[in-house]
């Protein structure tokens, strides 16, 4: 019986969570078929009505059982017209973010329970202190961060006890001290941040809030000096004595600074002291004295003002300013000065000495760029140099044309006949040209054929008779021309080159003694040789755009060879020029000009001179050549 009892509670159990976990929309259907007043359509117009007295009035009109939460005091304002009692539950809990159930056909309604969100824990900042135990030096880098966290990680990483006054323990300090010896670094973060450290004889340290006087800190004689000549420059103000000045802070926190060969150093210190700025000194600025009238400055200029020209300069980490000589290793700083305009290759050999020779400067032709390291006012006036270079360099397209002009005609006339035992045929061109061989047996029918008009009686030739007739004449007209496009940046050379190659063979005999007989080694090599049109032009662009061109043609033409074997011999012409044109015109090169002539004849003696009959007695040969060279070139110039 008890078994029974356990599995009937069970399987309520199962029924009642499965039913849980049923939307409520289905649930709200299901109960209507039992609830008739769910179904019922209703009209209101409301406004002003809280959301409990609106539910608990529905409910009360369509007799439904309804458990409102008091705490829904929420203003309703709707206009509901032909529309069941559930779709307006099921609009009232969605619009209101309601939480609905129901339970034994009683319809419940709540608001939603607030969740509440867990803020995420808050991230601890990382101090950053280090401690070499091998030569006791310290490094801080801190930016505001609690005191109490700071002397904790400094006791943590170096093993030596630091107390904290209680009316400190709610101080924020910063610093950046890189490789300084322990209890150096301790002074120098407390004197920054108005706190005082002493030591006692257990190597303990203690650090307090500074309230000593002004006048009472003092470390060395060279600051009691600088106290009293503030003291005295004070004294001295407006009366314009060396060493005066006087020094205000408006309320944006700008400088205004009349001086007359003040000190340095005290000028720094006063300036420091007004705008509430943290400085270490690592090399106090001696004999540095200027005279200066600046309104509205900033500490950074203050400091640019009185370094120009000396061998100190300053070096700023977040809130801290060191101060020392340029060769000091904590203002010594690496920077890379990139170019966008220019290449590397080409700035580095036109530095002057000035701007380098104090800094560390390396090439890094991967970036284009160069990394420097040396002082920030160093590096400044290097930077400044290389932006004031890296400018935008022309790049300017050359086109030239050459043109080649070539013009010649000949003129070959001759009888010539002989006695030649050897067998010939009658040959030859008569029109348009004429060069005509004849034998014996031609000669002799052209005998017969004038014996034949009975006016003249010639005789035969022998068997072994020639003649050749030759009367030529040639003309000719060449033109060559070719057009290459150079491109160049301005201040550098382009070339172009147009020509030929021909060979020639080069012998050379070596002795070789074998005993008592020498003998002779003979070996060759075919060995180039070229005739070109070359011409190199040198572009330099003003900043009107006009472009001057250096240019320099030269034109190598091949002659007879010597020998079978010898090199050909060569004619070489050759001009420079310098021209100024504007961007996109052209200018015409000429010079380059060839005139041959040639009137040479061979004849027989008195016969070959006297007219007409010259021609039957002479062979003769005249030729006249005429070649030009011109050149065009047109530059533009593109950025």
């Known amino acids: 019986m008890y078994k029974k009892q356990k599995i009937v509670i069970l399987l309520l159990l199962v029924v009642t969570l499965g039913y849980s976990q049923v939307p409520f929309e289905v649930r709200l259907d299901s109960l209507s078929l039992k ?358 360099v022309p790049v300017v397209q050359i086109e030239v044309i050459f043109v080649q002009y070539q013009k010649s005609y000949e003129i070959q006339t001759g009888l010539q006949t002989g006695i030649n035992s050897e067998d010939r045929t009658t040959s030859g061109v008569l029109f348009p040209t004429t060069d005509v061989a004849m034998n014996s047996s031609s000669v002799n029918s052209l005998i017969d054929a004038f014996n034949g008009l009975g006016i003249v009686k010639l005789g035969k030739v022998t068997k072994n008779f020639y003649l050749n007739l030759r009367a030529l004449e040639n003309n000719s007209l060449i033109k060559l021309s070719s057009t290459p496009k150079l491109v160049t940046l301005n201040g550098h050379t382009a070339n172009s080159s147009i020509g030929q190659t021909d060979y020639y063979f080069e012998q050379s005999n070596q002795l070789i003694t074998r005993g008592v007989t020498d003998g002779i080694l003979q070996s060759g090599s075919w060995k180039p040789t070229e005739a070109n049109l070359s011409i190199n032009i040198t572009p330099f662009v003003s900043k009107d755009e006009n472009v001057t061109l250096n240019i320099s043609v030269e034109k190598n033409s091949f002659l007879g060879r010597a020998g079978e074997n010898a090199p050909p011999g060569k004619a070489t012409q050759q001009f420079e020029s310098m021209v100024r044109v504007k961007n996109n015109e052209m200018v015409l090169l000429g010079g380059l000009e060839e005139l041959e002539n040639e009137n040479s004849g061979t004849g027989t003696p008195f016969l070959s001179r006297i007219p007409v009959i010259k021609w039957f007695f002479s062979s003769r040969v005249k030729s006249k050549e005429k070649s030009k060279l011109h050149i065009f070139i047109k530059p533009t110039v593109m950025y």
């Not at 339970?103 to 607030?114: D, P, T």
């Not at 004070?234 to 205004?256: C, F, I, P, T, W």
């Not at 370094?307 to 060769?327: I, M, N, R």
């Not at 690496?334 to 800094?359: D, G």
């Open 35 to 392: 609830s008739k007043g769910l179904n019922d359509v209703v009209r209101i117009d409301l406004s002003g009505l809280t959301l409990y007295d609106f539910l608990t009035t529905i409910a009360e009109e369509h007799k439904l059982n309804v458990s409102a939460d008091g705490e829904l005091n929420q203003l309703v304002t709707s206009n509901f017209f032909d529309v069941n009692v559930k779709d307006v539950f099921l609009f009232l809990i969605k619009k209101y973010d309601l939480q609905a159930d129901i339970i034994n056909n009683i319809i419940v309604f709540a608001a939603k329970e607030e969740v509440k969100k867990i803020a995420p824990p808050k991230l601890v900042k990382t101090i950053d202190v280090s401690f070499n135990r091998l030569n006791k030096f310290l490094s801080i880098k801190l930016k505001n961060d609690s005191l109490p966290s700071v002397a904790q990680a400094i006791a943590d990483v170096s093993g030596k006890n630091i107390i904290l006054s209680p009316n400190i323990k709610n101080e924020k300090v910063s610093a950046y001290i890189l490789n300084r010896p322990y209890r150096q670094v301790l002074d120098m973060m407390a004197k920054s941040n108005g706190l005082l450290v002493t030591e006692d004889e257990d190597d303990n340290f203690y650090f307090e809030k500074d309230s000593r006087p002004k006048e009472v800190i003092k470390t060395n004689s060279r600051t009691n000096s600088r106290t009293n000549r503030s003291r005295n420059n004070s004294n001295r103000e407006n009366k314009g004595e060396a060493g005066s000045y006087e020094m205000s802070v408006d309320a944006q926190g700008y400088l205004s600074i009349k001086a007359f060969e003040a000190d340095a150093n005290d000028l720094i210190n006063e300036a420091a002291e007004k705008l509430n700025v943290n400085f270490l000194m690592y090399d106090t600025p001696e004999g540095v004295n200027t005279t200066l009238v600046a309104n509205a400055i900033t500490f950074d200029n203050l400091l640019q003002h009185l370094f120009k020209g000396e061998k100190y300069t300053y070096k700023q980490v977040d809130d801290l300013y060191f101060l020392g000589e340029h060769t000091t290793e904590g203002l010594r700083t690496t920077e890379l000065v990139q170019l966008e305009n220019r290449s590397i290759e080409s700035v580095e050999a036109s530095l002057p000495k000035w701007v380098k020779e104090n800094l560390e400067v390396k090439e890094f032709v991967e970036l284009n760029g160069f990394v420097v390291s040396g002082s920030k006012s160093y590096i400044e006036e290097f930077r400044d140099y290389i932006y004031q270079i890296d400018l935008v």
